[in-house]
C-alpha cells in the first residue's frame, strides 16, 4: 500500500513500483474514482499509467456518492482477482479513511436511506453550520467533539446517522469492525518536507488550469453538473466553478484553490503521521519518490518483505 498527501509522486511512484514487482495499480482515492473532471482530480492519464493495469479509476459519474463500504465491497471482490493473476496490488491513495478501513475494517453502520441524507444536507445548508453543530452536540456529543468547526461533510453524516438509526455514529464506530484484510499490507508512506509538498501543490495547480481544467469544468457545467455534486469536493472545483459562473474573480479563485490544496495537504500529512504506521517512510525532496535509484530500493524492499521476484 503506497500513501501519502496530495501532489506528493504517488501516482508515478506507483506504477514504477508495479513495473518492478509484477503488480496492477489499485485506486484509493475517493475523487479518482470519478469519471469527470479527470485533470482536477489528477487521475493518472494513459501515458501516466504506463501500460501497467489500473483498478477503480474513473467508474463513477460525478453525481454519484462513494462511500468507503462500497470502495471496501469492490476491493474485496477485485483484490482476489488481482492475486489470482499472480500479480500483485500496489494499492495507492491519500483518502485516509478507504486507507483505514482497507486495514482494519469499517464499523457496522446501517444504510442510510437517502431521504434522510438529503435532509441533514438541506438542513446544513438551510440552518448553518452552527445550527446544525449545536443539534449533533446534543445527539452525539462524542462525534461533535471531533469534528473541526464548519466541516460540512462530516457533520452532515453524524447527522443523517444519528437521525436515522437513532444511535450516534460514534457508538457504531466503537462495534467490531468488520471487512478489513486478514494480514496488513506493507505499507509505503511518502512524507514530505512541508515546504516543498506546498509549493509542489501550488505549481501543479496552475499546471491543472493550463491542461484544461477550466474547460473540463465549463463543459460539465453544461452537461448538468452541480456544485453539490459529490465530484465537486475535489479540490479547487468550487472555485473554479465560482469564477466561472462570475461569483468570484478570477485570481481570488485561483488562489483560494491553492490555498485549499495546501491546507488539505497539512491535514494529511497530520492523519498519516498519526494514524498509518508505515514500514517504509520517504521524506522528499532528500528522498525523491521519483529517482530510478530510490524505486528500485524500494522495489527490492517490498520484494524481499513479501517474498516475492524483484523484476527490476
Not at 513500483?17 to 482515492?29: K, P, S
Not at 467490531?176 to 505549481?203: F, K, M, N, S
Not at 477550466?214 to 459529490?230: I, K, M, N, T
Request: with cysteine; net charge positive.
Amino acid at each position: 500500500m503506497l500513501a501519502g498527501p496530495t501532489a506528493s509522486g504517488k501516482s508515478a511512484l506507483a506504477v514504477a513500483l508495479a513495473r518492478a514487482l509484477g503488480g496492477e495499480v489499485v485506486n484509493a482515492d475517493s475523487m479518482q474514482v470519478y469519471r469527470d473532471l479527470s485533470i482536477l482530480t489528477a487521475r493518472p492519464s494513459e501515458r501516466e499509467m504506463g501500460g501497467v493495469p489500473h483498478h477503480l479509476y474513473g467508474v463513477l459519474a460525478g453525481n454519484q456518492t462513494c462511500a468507503a463500504g462500497m470502495w471496501l465491497s469492490w476491493m474485496h471482490r477485485l483484490l482476489p482477482e488481482i492475486w489470482g493473476r499472480g500479480a500483485l496490488p500496489v494499492v495507492v491513495g491519500g483518502t485516509g479513511l478507504y486507507l483505514r478501513a482497507l486495514i482494519g475494517g469499517l464499523a457496522p453502520v446501517p444504510e442510510v436511506p437517502a431521504a434522510a441524507r438529503a435532509a441533514a444536507a438541506a438542513d446544513y445548508d438551510r440552518l448553518g453550520a452552527a445550527a446544525c453543530a449545536a443539534e449533533l452536540a446534543a445527539l452525539d456529543p462524542v462525534s461533535a467533539a471531533g469534528i473541526p468547526p464548519g466541516n460540512r461533510q462530516r457533520t452532515i453524516r453524524a447527522l443523517e446517522v444519528a437521525r436515522a438509526t437513532g444511535k450516534p455514529l460514534s457508538e457504531w464506530q466503537r462495534l467490531p469492525h468488520l471487512g478489513g484484510l486478514r494480514q496488513a499490507p506493507l505499507t509505503v508512506l511518502i512524507e514530505p518536507e512541508r515546504a516543498w509538498l506546498y509549493d509542489r501543490c501550488d505549481r501543479r495547480f496552475l499546471a491543472m488550469l493550463e491542461a484544461g481544467a477550466w474547460e473540463q469544468v465549463r463543459a460539465a457545467l453544461a452537461a448538468g453538473l452541480s456544485p453539490d455534486d459529490p465530484v465537486c469536493r475535489g479540490l479547487g472545483t468550487r472555485a473554479l466553478i465560482a469564477a466561472l459562473t462570475g461569483d468570484e474573480d478570477t485570481a481570488v479563485a485561483v488562489a483560494r484553490a491553492q490555498r485549499e490544496t495546501r491546507n488539505y495537504a497539512k491535514r494529511q500529512l497530520t492523519w498519516f503521521r498519526h494514524q498509518l504506521a508505515a514500514d517504509v517512510v520517504l521524506r522528499p525532496p532528500g528522498d525523491d519518490a521519483e529517482s530510478p535509484r530510490l524505486l528500485a530500493d524500494i522495489a527490492a524492499k517490498a520484494a524481499a518483505c513479501l517474498g516475492l521476484p524483484h523484476k527490476s
